[in-house]
């Protein structure tokens, strides 16, 4: 795969020792992120000249990674819409699982109060 122009560092590198400083096998990470292993497998090998959005958005979320990050490796458009809620606020701040579902109930509340339609 071409570096494309970014740090030394490759996707697939990039991935895999992400993988393995969240103490993931490929099947795990497979089962969580919902991308086969078989894609994962050759995406860490750089294999792959360009993958998936998809891909990278479910694996990047997965790994609590910044997905920007992983297009920009890929040489991909970096997406421009807004990250859902509980990736951002744990990117973000550091939150425990609690605390995100405690803040996803709390703007629950908040936009029914004010009759808001927005999904979070």
Do not use: C
């Not at 560092?9 to 099947?27: D, K, N, S, V």
């Not at 090998?45 to 990278?56: G, I, R, S």
């Not at 479910?58 to 819409?81: M, Q, R, V």
């Amino acid at each position: 795969m071409n570096n494309k122009g970014q740090a030394s560092e490759t996707l697939g590198q990039w991935l895999r020792a992400a993988r393995e400083r969240a103490g993931f096998g490929t099947y795990h990470l497979s089962k969580i992120s919902g991308v086969s292993r078989s894609a994962i497998v050759r995406l860490e090998a750089d294999e792959v000249d360009e993958p998936l959005p998809d891909h990278l958005v479910k694996l990047t979320d997965a790994l609590e990674l910044n997905a920007t990050d992983a297009f920009l490796k890929a040489g991909l458009p970096i997406p421009t819409e807004l990250p859902s809620l509980e990736p951002y606020l744990r990117t973000k701040y550091d939150l425990p699982p609690e605390a995100l579902a405690e803040a996803r109930k709390s703007l629950e509340q908040i936009l029914e109060k004010y009759d808001k339609d927005a999904e979070t």
